[in-house]
């Protein structure tokens, strides 16, 4: 959902998705004269059930003034009027879904230990968060064909280290309260989805890759033992091998003769997606990066995405058909082409495409390149995030000098050849955590205990996101050159859907953002360049305000893109 709303000084757009809502601000024109001796913004929200006004507080953030508030524990949230915003764009992490919030921001003068909230220019927002529907059954679902689960996927955060003292989660209990958090509901969405399979009249139809969670593979169970028709492709080749079997056989799957083992050797079997039949007809697909594993659904950062429809999941059954038959990609290559041809440009407006692997043949890059053209369209914003590596194609793009902001988010730092070129409007962060003593007034972080890949294991790509036509690519690909040429994957496409689109925009900033003051903490330390003051606010304005309007800055074009016309 999408808000805009004006005061005589200021106009926001506040930009809501489940559990993000992102908040952007500027000045009206004619306005000039209100940056002078600006400190920052305090934010405060309220919350609203029925109309009527239920909290209400000034929001918190942890950077502080460094000679304000001394003594405070590290870590330490301190609120907005007193520490104000430094920024032009801020995101509420703390958003529950299905909630009313209205949120002020305030314009705050005077000096570090004299501020004053100048309330009269102030400009409020109202607006609400998008609904879990599979969560929420007792909600009626006439429009929604996507349900949208991102976890937290931030064991190495602040949040983390505050609330659980960075101790090592629980994997084998999804329901200790650490894992609960971790999950935020991803976790809860695909017990749920696999359990909508209750009796004789339903069917599951899953294609896996690691499928070594062992309360999921309960969950299957239970759907057998109900009368469900359940039968499940897995990677029975390599890596998961061993791990794989040994789940499917503890929660008896074998036994139950539902499991049919993928066994070709090119390629991996990346699948992570499950149909669901009614009255032997598709109905519903799961589909998204997280692989069944505790790594996958706490770990690092994934998601699980819900397409309501029919046309979609019949689609997705044919695939499974043919992975079912244990085809080799020399054979599937043909006929995912045609059974998910690509558009020759964009695809139709209002329309979900799926992409099926494998596809290209072995010398080509035609379907690489498709996703690359379609991130050269951006006008205003691209975002991707990269579980890997950074293919050519897409270098190619992020390398232009242009005037379009280029976020990437990757799991670690550019390898040998990966190239992002030298335009201040690329912008690109690898995931990491702060050692104890990196930042001046944060908390130590742990790392990730659950994978090897620590930080971001999505695979999705989203073109002007904050337009009226958005494009978002989700799925199991890692928009590499093996996912398209040898490996089973699954990606959709998604033209035109905004409220898709502002979930997948709310939690690409939520993950970019934390990860990208600890890729600078991390860089600027490894060359002898750290900051001191780093972890604290600005006390003369000028030092914060002077990036933000000047237009050479990304943080300007920031300012009038996220806000909007």
Known sequence: MRVTAASGVLR?????????????????????????????????????KDGVVVERY????????????????PGTPVSTADH??????????????????????VPVYGTVKMLQLDTASAVTVEIATELEYLLHPEKKND??????????????????????????????????????????????????????????????????YEFHYQPVAN??????????????????????????????????????????????????????????????????????????????????????????????????????????????????RPKNRELTPLPPARPAPNSVTPVFSARDEKDSSESLQWYADRMAEAQEISCITLAFNLDKVFSKVIAQDNDVLRYIVKDDDLGDGEIIGRDRDVLFAAGGHLESGALANFLAE?????????????????????????????????????SQRINDENMIVIRGDTRVADIYFGEFMRIFDHHYARYIVKKLANSDRQDPGAGYLKANPEDWLRGQFDERSYKAKRRRYFVGP
């Open 12 to 48: 926001a757009r506040a930009i809501a998705g489940t559990y993000v809502v992102v908040l952007a601000w500027d000045f009206l024109p004619g306005q000039d004269a209100k940056k002078t001796g600006l400190m920052g913004f305090a934010i405060q929200r309220e919350e609203l």
């Open 58 to 73: 000034w929001m918190t953030g942890i950077k502080r003034f460094k000679d304000k508030d001394r003594g405070l524990a």
């Open 84 to 105: 104000p915003v430094q920024s032009f764009q801020w995101a509420d992490y703390t958003a529950e879904t299905d909630h009313t919030y209205r949120y002020q921001i």
């Open 143 to 208: 429009e929604a064909r996507h349900d949208v689960y991102f976890n937290r996927g931030v064991i190495g955060s602040q949040a983390y280290a505050r609330r659980f003292g960075n101790r090592k989660p629980d994997a084998d209990n999804p329901m200790a309260e650490e894992m609960v958090w971790l999950s935020r509901g991803l976790f809860e969405a695909l017990i749920k989805f696999i359990g909508l399979a209750k009796d004789h009249r339903f069917g599951l139809r899953a294609a896996l």
């Open 219 to 332: 969950a299957f169970a239970k759907a057998v033992e109900a009368g469900a028709d359940v039968k499940i492709v897995f990677d029975d080749e390599k890596t998961y091998k061993a791990a794989n079997e040994a789940v499917i056989h503890n929660a008896r799957l074998d036994e139950m003769k539902v499991v049919i083992p993928r066994t070709v050797t090119e390629g991996i079997r990346h699948n992570k997606f499950i149909i669901l039949l009614k009255d032997e007809k598709p109905v519903a697909v799961w589909t998204g990066s997280t692989n069944i594993s505790d790594g996958g659904i706490f770990g690092h950062s994934n998601v699980g995405h819900i397409v309501w429809s029919p046309e979609i999941a019949k689609t997705y059954l044919k695939y499974w058909t043919l992975l079912s038959e244990n085809l080799t990609p020399t054979k599937l």
């Open 446 to 482: 742990r790392d990730n205990p659950l994978n090897t890949n620590d930080y971001i294991h999505d695979k999705f790509m989203l073109v002007d996101p904050l337009s009226d036509d958005p494009l978002v690519v989700s799925g199991s690909a890692n928009f590499s050159q093996p």
